[in-house]
């Protein structure tokens, strides 16, 4: 159950689709730290008290995360 749980809260909500166009460009630009970026990303709209984006910048920081691996994550049908 623990390992279950652990990949579902890595699994990332897409509002829409610039969110994997802001993946992309995170990555192409910052390659391996991308995710770092998109990190920090969040954080500074955390300290300016914009939660909406912290949260969309962390669910792009979960995103870079699975698009890294290199491999299909979770149920495939």
Not at 39 to 56: E, K, M, Q, V
Request: hydrophobic letters at 45%.
């Amino acid at each position: 159950m623990r390992e279950c749980r652990a990949r579902m809260d890595m699994m990332p909500y897409l509002g829409d689709r610039r969110e994997i166009a802001d993946a992309n460009e995170l990555i192409a630009r910052f390659g391996e730290l991308a995710g770092s970026e998109a990190a920090a990303l969040a954080d500074r709209s955390r300290d300016l008290g914009n939660h909406i984006h912290f949260c969309r910048w962390r669910q792009i920081e979960r995103l870079i995360v699975l698009m890294s691996v290199g491999r299909a994550v979770g149920t495939v049908h």
